[in-house]
């Protein structure tokens, strides 16, 4: 008989704060650029007859004693039915044993390090005298985003999202403010949110919404939301005005269309980017120079982040005593 802890989305929100889980990313980015993680490309199958997709990420670390894989259900269109379009779990096994010792909700570990890992590159980024952040997005990242660039630049006075349903954004500037410690606007002029000291984009978008004629001397850019070589989120003068940073320079290479669109123009080299950030905390390569430079963090993404934020969940529940533990 095997035990294996059971823990639900509110718990992972209890267990690991934000500010916890930016310092998580920051080990897992570490792991990544130094060779001591094993994840294959991730890999989507149709889910037939309803226009969804189901993905497969496994993955394995040295730095962690469990292994694992997320299994995520992506629906689109779920915007209208009330349910998240991302879904799923992840589950855990013993890297010495093979038992499976944890089912994790998968929905709230993506979107907690996610927002976590754009925390981590805003830290090390972003201008530290940086006022302002602008969301490009009204879904769940765009309310997970706030809160960890909230939390990584206390300096944020004031918050300002577009959405192209402005009353979405209302309603999210307006949920926010009882809990960021800074002013929280809506517009429905884009080039207000595009142009603060930090921009965060986490729409769906096909083509890019984000200009680089709006961007502001010395802005930190966030790019989050396409995952696919032919969709992008900013157009092709944003990506070559910046200094360009990835979380893994093998997965960008093969679908981040935000810098795989410029290339293809011929505007933007591999050459341009300037490496991971994992190889920044480890001061391998060069950050932020001057006040005026502008920095651009693309993330795809990778189940080691996933991986590094499950097994930190699970060992806060261990300690605490929390979640269920069921025998299978």
């Known amino acids: 008989m095997t035990m294996i802890k059971v823990i639900s989305g509110d718990m992972v929100h209890t267990l690991l704060p934000m500010a916890s889980c930016i310092g998580t990313m920051r080990?897992?980015?570490?792991?990544?650029s130094s060779g001591a993680t094993f994840t294959p490309a991730r890999t989507f199958m149709p889910a037939i007859d309803s226009g969804g997709q189901l993905g497969f990420m496994p993955g394995a670390a040295s730095g962690v004693p469990v292994y694992g894989t997320k299994i995520l259900s992506l629906h689109p269109d779920n915007e209208q039915t009330g349910y998240p379009s991302i879904q799923g779990a992840i589950v855990l096994f013993d890297q010495q044993t093979g038992a499976p010792v944890a089912l994790i909700d998968g929905t709230s570990v993506t979107a907690l390090r996610t927002a976590a890992s754009l925390g981590l590159a805003t830290q090390l980024l972003a201008r530290k005298d940086a006022l302002s952040h602008g969301i490009i997005g009204t879904g769940v990242q765009a309310r997970y985003h706030a809160q960890a660039i909230a939390s990584a630049r206390p300096s944020i006075k004031?918050?300002?999202i577009w959405g192209r349903d402005l009353e979405k954004a209302k309603q999210l500037a307006g949920e926010l403010s009882?809990?960021?410690?800074?002013?929280v606007v809506a517009t429905d002029e884009i080039e207000e949110a595009a142009s603060c000291d930090i921009v965060s984009t986490v729409t769906g978008a096909s083509a890019s919404v984000l200009e680089g004629k709006w961007l502001r001397s010395g802005a930190h850019v966030n790019l989050v939301g396409s995952h696919e070589?032919?969709?992008r989120e900013a157009d092709t003068k944003a990506v070559c005005l910046s200094k360009v940073y990835?979380?893994?320079i093998e997965g960008a290479l093969r679908e981040a269309?935000?810098?795989?669109i410029p290339m293809r123009e011929g505007h933007f080299n591999k050459?341009?980017?300037v490496g991971e950030i994992g190889t920044l905390v480890l001061g391998q390569i060069e950050g932020r120079r001057t006040n005026d430079d502008i920095t651009l963090y693309k993330s795809l993404g990778l189940f080691t982040q996933d991986l590094y934020a499950a097994w930190a969940v699970l060992q806060q529940a261990q300690d605490a005593g929390i979640g269920e533990t069921v025998a299978i």
């Open 257 to 260: 269309g935000d810098l795989l």
């Open 178 to 183: 009882a809990s960021l410690a800074c002013t």
């Open 158 to 160: 004031n918050t300002v």
């Open 271 to 273: 050459s341009d980017i």
């Open 246 to 248: 990835v979380d893994h």
């Open 27 to 32: 080990e897992a980015m570490i792991a990544i």
């Open 229 to 231: 070589p032919t969709r």
